[in-house]
């Protein structure tokens, strides 16, 4: 199979896909949904949830997790990335929180959903990439 480069690799997560996010569950298997992320390549991986997830109360306990970034159409690509979770803020600001959702959004819709999070609370993991998988079969 066509392995990407480092480059190409970093090139394709930083782009905005909505990623799967694995983590460790003790009782069964992995925790696998979808999550919105943002990643600059040579950086951490961050991912945004609320203290009452399940994706929160798993994070924390496992301080780890898997992202897999996909292009759903042809040619297929992906990039699987794993690794520790290396901070948490538990409040992310309001900047932050308009960054990652003007990633995902235009900017009507992106108004519309931080008018329904405000003043709930979310957190932000931050992930160091240490084990990295990738396909090209462009």
């Known amino acids: 199979m066509p392995v990407m ?4 690799r970093e090139a394709f997560l930083a782009e ?3 990623g799967v996010i694995s983590i460790a569950r003790p ?3 992995p925790l696998a949904v979808p999550i919105w992320y943002d ?6 991986v961050r991912v ?3 203290p009452e997830s399940v994706k929160y109360r798993l994070l924390t306990a496992a301080r780890e997790f898997s992202l897999v970034a996909q292009e759903e159409t042809l040619p297929y690509r992906y990039v699987s990335v794993s690794g520790p979770v290396v901070a948490v803020e538990e409040k992310t600001s309001a900047a932050d929180l308009a960054a990652m959702t003007h990633r995902y ?7 519309e959903y931080l008018r329904s999070i405000e003043g709930h609370t979310i957190a932000t993991f931050h992930m160091r990439p240490e084990r990295w998988y990738s396909t090209d079969y462009s």
């Open 39 to 44: 990643y600059t390549p040579g950086g951490v």
């Open 16 to 18: 905005a896909h909505v």
């Open 27 to 29: 009782d069964g298997p």
């Open 48 to 50: 945004q949830t609320g």
């Open 5 to 8: 480069t480092e480059a190409q």
């Open 105 to 111: 959004f235009d900017p009507v819709r992106a108004a």
